[in-house]
């Protein structure tokens, strides 16, 4: 499902929400997530998850094209999400 699919999904299931109205709140739910984990604050939906922020500490690694030359991989900051436990259990199958 891509981002048309998941507004015209709200648009037909949630009664007097329009398109423009339900790209509007997946629009400002991506950002608010986006904002809060980018200032190192955590985003927890009871039951789906949490999206959070951990840094990718700097390690050594080896230049793809030249085997022989080492090579310093900077620390950088990425995106994790934790899943809850409804959505555990709904991959589970265990409803």
């Known amino acids: 499902m891509n981002k048309a699919q998941l507004i015209e999904k709200i ?5 007097g929400v329009s398109k423009k109205q339900a790209e509007k709140m997946i629009n400002t739910l991506t950002d608010t997530i986006i904002e809060e984990i980018k200032n190192d604050r955590q985003v927890t939906i009871a039951g789906f ?3 959070l922020s951990r840094v ?16 310093t991989i900077p620390e950088v900051k990425v ?11 709904a991959l589970k199958g265990n409803r």
Do not use: D, M, S
């Open 56 to 71: 990718r500490y700097a390690r050594g690694g080896v230049n793809p094209q030249k085997p022989n030359e080492k090579i």
């Open 79 to 89: 995106a994790k999400f934790k899943t809850g436990y409804k959505l555990k259990q």
């Open 11 to 15: 648009h037909n299931q949630v009664e």
């Open 49 to 51: 998850g949490t999206w």
